[in-house]
């Protein structure tokens, strides 16, 4: 059941936010914090991530676990769903349901396998050439109240500001290693994938899903467990998807 969350509290998140925007901290570090500053200003969040889009290429920047990387990347390959309609938008996109939700089937399906049955996309307008969403997924169903939206909208405000103060999208060689850093981390998925489908002989979606389990029963994140599966097969093993 989802519980209120009291003004003061919310306030003292938006303090910490504003102490983010006036910080001097590496890219990876400020985004990591703000997404978890996120996970605790809205009350029913069970996780949370900030998507990035630019020249067409989403990536998800900062999360706070596998799911929501999984629910991610699992809209990047569709090229559809809530966080990336939203960014491109500019709109929020509310899910209270899943089991009622219809437009982007194979996101919704991910979801419920995953036990998130609610979630909330809000825009979050960073400058000329980037946009992006903030990711809220919740594991109870009507998870986000009016309040919540109401507190959403707010924290995106204040992120855009962190992100902008922080200068993090003008400095070309940062936003290019982050790019790498995550076409890179990409393209391991996708490998791991590959080997998990030939040696299942089942299709992306299934070995997507067996890569997603894997990484929950073994505590270990998806890019990680991608990279040890790859390096297991260069090295003779198998990927052990039992």
């Known amino acids: 059941m989802t519980s209120g969350h009291p003004t003061g509290e919310a306030n003292g998140v938006f303090a910490e936010l504003g102490q983010i925007v006036l910080g001097d901290e590496p890219l990876e570090k400020i985004l990591e914090r703000v997404v978890h500053v996120a996970s605790r200003v809205i009350p029913a969040v069970s996780e949370a991530s900030i998507t990035l889009i630019t020249s067409d290429s989403p990536w998800t920047v900062a999360f706070t676990g596998d799911r929501a990387v999984a629910l991610d990347e699992r809209q990047y390959e569709a090229e559809r769903g809530p966080c990336l309609d939203s960014a491109s938008s500019a709109h929020l996109i509310q899910i209270p349901d899943m089991r009622d939700e219809t437009r982007w089937p194979m996101f919704v399906e991910a979801a419920k396998n995953l036990g998130v049955h609610s979630s909330l996309s809000v825009p979050l307008p960073i400058q000329r050439d980037v ?15 009016d309040r919540s939206v109401e507190l959403a909208q707010t924290f995106a405000g204040h992120a855009a500001v962190a992100v902008a103060n922080a200068h993090l999208y003008e400095t070309t060689a940062a936003l290019a290693e982050q790019m790498k850093h995550a076409m890179v981390s990409r393209a391991v998925i996708e490998q791991a994938k590959g080997i998990i489908m030939r040696e299942n002989g089942c299709n992306a979606d299934d070995a997507f899903d067996t890569l997603v389990r894997m990484s929950q029963q073994s505590h ?6 991608a990279e040890r599966i790859v390096d297991q097969i260069g090295q003779g093993g198998s990927a052990s998807t039992e």
């Not at 270990?220 to 467990?225: M, T």
């Open 131 to 145: 946009t992006g969403a903030l990711n809220f997924y919740s594991d109870d169903v009507n998870g986000f109240d």
């Open 220 to 225: 270990v994140k998806l890019r990680d467990l």
